[in-house]
């Protein structure tokens, strides 16, 4: 069981989401806008949060950024607004999926047991891996550059990760949304190499191990 977050200033949506986590086995608070929002997370340990975007006194995008400054959370954005750019700029905030409204609420569910599923994995202990000076230590979530530790987003660190774990095989833009954002982005690459990018601006000489394959995607090779 998980304790949730729903987080919508529509109550018949606030309902719905309610009554099927629960029939998921999911205890759940809910919040009408963001600030309260902020609110109960500097109260309670959340296993995730479900938010809109549009909603009175904090908006669901500036929510996020102050929620991940409490605790990295796993969050999922439902919004009516279903724009590139919206999905672009939540997952650069580190959200963990988004679902346009309306939405199918047994779907929801299934992206929110996936997302759980994966955060419960990422805790599963695992050797610290070094690469010459790079030195990663996944269940810790820990990066250090020649023994400078190195600060990540949350999408960051999964994504490294990933390509850790799966070192030395060729891994395509949609296996790498697929497995990592949890859903299909359609063909649309742009969140990946941008946070490829940022990825390895962070890790400094050490970007020579995360490889271009291009028309395919990346590969981290040792």
């Not at 529509?10 to 998921?24: F, H």
């Not at 309306?102 to 419960?120: D, G, I």
């Not at 690469?131 to 999964?158: C, H, M, S």
Request: hydrophobic share 40%; aromatic share 10%; proline share 3%.
């Amino acid at each position: 069981m998980a304790k949730l977050l729903i987080v919508d200033d529509e109550q018949k949506i606030r309902e719905v989401i309610r009554e099927y986590s629960e029939w998921n086995g999911h205890e759940v608070d809910e919040a009408a806008d963001g600030m309260s929002a902020v609110g109960l997370v500097k109260l309670n340990h959340y296993d995730l949060v479900i938010i809109d975007i549009m909603m009175p006194k904090l908006d669901g995008f500036s929510a996020c950024k102050e929620i991940k400054k409490i605790d990295d959370i796993p969050i999922i954005v439902i919004s009516a607004r279903g724009e590139e750019y919206d999905k672009l700029f939540g997952f650069e905030l580190g959200i963990d999926d988004y679902v346009v409204k309306p939405f199918s609420p047994k779907e929801l569910m299934a992206r929110v047991n996936a997302v759980l599923a994966r955060k419960a994995q990422s805790r599963t202990p695992s050797s610290e891996i070094r690469f010459e000076g790079l030195v990663i230590n996944i269940p810790a979530r820990t990066v250090t550059v020649d023994g400078e530790k190195v600060e990540l987003t949350p999408k960051e660190y999964d994504l490294l990760f990933y390509l850790v774990e799966n070192r030395n095989l060729a891994l395509s833009r949609d296996k790498l949304l697929s497995d990592i954002w949890g859903y299909d982005f359609f063909g649309d690459d742009r969140t990946i190499d941008t946070h490829i990018k940022n990825l390895r601006n962070n890790l400094g000489v050490y970007r020579k191990f995360i490889i271009t394959l291009r028309g395919v995607g990346y590969k981290f090779e040792v």
